[in-house]
Every structure is written in C-alpha cells, then in structure tokens.
C-alpha cells in the first residue's frame, strides 16, 4: 500500500496525550458543518505549505505522520475558512446559504493526493479520513522552511487570473489578479463572499455568478 508522510502542528502541551492516543479527527477551533473535515485530521503536504504561522510559534510543535494515500484527500483550506467565517458571522453577517454554497463545494473539489497539482488550491490541506495512530507520528524537531507554500500561492493567483480574463473576455493583459478581480465584480460577474485571513495575508473570497466557483484574492495594504 502506497504512504505518504504529511504534516500537523500540535501544541507542545497536548504532545503526550498524541503519543498515546494519536491524533482524532475533527477540529477544536475552525467548527462547521462539513463532514469530510469533520471526520478527518487535517494535515500539511509539507511543513512550508501551512498559513497559520505554526511554525513560527513556540507552543507548536511539527510533526510527521506516515500514512496511506488512500486515506488522504486535499482540500482548499481557504474555502474552509470562508464557510466558516460565513457560519460564525466573523466580520461580517451570518450567511449560511452561502456558507453551505462553500463547503459544497469544498467538498466535491477535495481530490485524492495523487491527483492535487500545484496551484490548484490557495491554501491545500491534507484531510486524513479517521484517526492517526500514535504509531504512525514523529516530531520533528527542525522542520524544513522552504517556498513550496510561497510558490503554490503564486501558482494558484496565475491560474485564477489566466481564468478571469477567459471569463472576462478580454484580451492578453499584464492586469494582477486583484485588478482582475476589480474588473469582474464592476461587470458583475463576481461577488465577494467572505473576508478571513491567515499568517501570509488578509483575504477575500469571491464567487463567480454565473458559475458558482470561488476563488480568493490576498488584499493588499
């Protein structure tokens, strides 16, 4: 059976309750009604892939699990964080249509790990189906710090504007995503759904109208 080794940060402090119980699935802070992250343990590709800054924070801790791919599907972290902003009313009003809109959709664009590219989400997580045998995890005391995360998120922003100016139907432009992203919500063809954030940025997600899609757009200062 094909493994894969992915990542989680946990707090220091819960470090010896892990080694003998392993990691449970669900999430202690981010709560909504998703099943598939709900009965999963959420992980990173890599340690340089997370945007919670866990790895610049001393009450976490980077560990490594080995897995079976055949657990794991990746998910768009930032479409998570946009549903759940939209069922707290974090910001912003409560909107649970559009919350239950954006884990749909969460849900059905979650791919088996083999098949994840590069760029394909903004903030890709690695949803593990059931618990994480203590067994299986490792600290790891020096974690890597390369730019894959960096790189993905510049992946992620070519890819969505190379589609707005498909959507938009205009010519070649050197327009950014988030000019891009101007131009499609005067024309009305985006609207912005939810405002959230994480260690690299503060976020905007939008829905194409007509197409029902979300993407999301680092606001800049």
Known sequence: ?????????????????????????????????????????????????DVMGYNENPRYVCLRARIESSRCRVAAFELAQAAYVNHIGRGQAKNEEIAARLIAVYEKTAAAVDLHTLGTFRSPEVLVEGEISADDI????????????????????????????????????????????????????????????????????YMLVESGEFFTVDVED
């Not at 989680?8 to 819960?14: K, V």
């Not at 470090?15 to 992980?43: H, Q, T, Y």
Request: charged share 25%.
């Open 138 to 205: 490792a600290v790891v005391k020096s974690p890597e710090t390369g730019t894959r995360g960096e790189e993905n998120r510049r992946v992620y922003a070519a890819r969505w504007g190379e589609h707005l100016i498909r959507v938009l139907s205009i010519q070649r432009t050197l327009m950014q995503l988030q000019e891009l992203r101007d131009a499609a919500v005067n024309r009305g063809v985006a609207v912005r759904v939810a405002k959230h954030d994480d260690a690299t940025a503060y976020l905007e997600t």
């Open 1 to 49: 059976m094909a493994t894969i080794d992915i990542f989680h940060y946990a707090r220091a402090e819960d470090l010896d309750a892990i080694s003998e119980e392993g990691l449970k699935p669900g999430s202690r802070l981010m709560v909504f009604d998703s099943a598939l992250r709900n009965n999963s343990v959420a992980c990173w590709l890599a340690p340089d892939f």
